[in-house]
């Protein structure tokens, strides 16, 4: 059984950072590609940075140059950090990951509100 567990939103005020994390277990993580993903106050659920088995990264375009993602595979957790936050960043971010039998499992969510 696949478990993603997020950690770390909360309330930050703008141009503030923020570090998310998520634990993951049951799922192949060197190989799966990991991401995050976020839903906004009647926005529809849109990807924020994926990183692939290989490690290549990728980042909406509203979020390039200020958020990095990362992996521990050693640690099965993904991280994301965000940088210089603006009030449309404010989500309920979802980690997930996207296994070799090509299913995508996803978490619970972690609220991130930018406000001040």
């Known amino acids: 059984q696949v478990q993603l567990v997020e950690s770390g939103g909360g309330l930050v005020q703008p141009g503030g950072s923020l570090s998310l994390s998520c634990a993951a277990s049951?799922?192949?993580?060197?190989?799966?590609?990991m991401g995050w993903y976020r839903q906004g106050p009647g926005k529809q659920r849109e990807m924020v940075a994926t990183i692939s088995g290989g490690g290549i990264d990728n980042y909406a375009d509203s979020v390039k140059g200020r958020s990095t993602i990362s992996r521990d595979i050693a640690k099965k957790t993904l991280y994301l950090q965000m940088n210089s936050l603006k009030p449309e960043d404010t989500a309920v971010y979802y980690c997930s990951g996207h296994d070799v039998y090509e299913h995508d499992h996803w978490g619970q969510g972690t609220q991130v509100t930018v406000s001040s």
């Open positions: 049951g799922i192949m993580f060197g190989i799966a590609v």
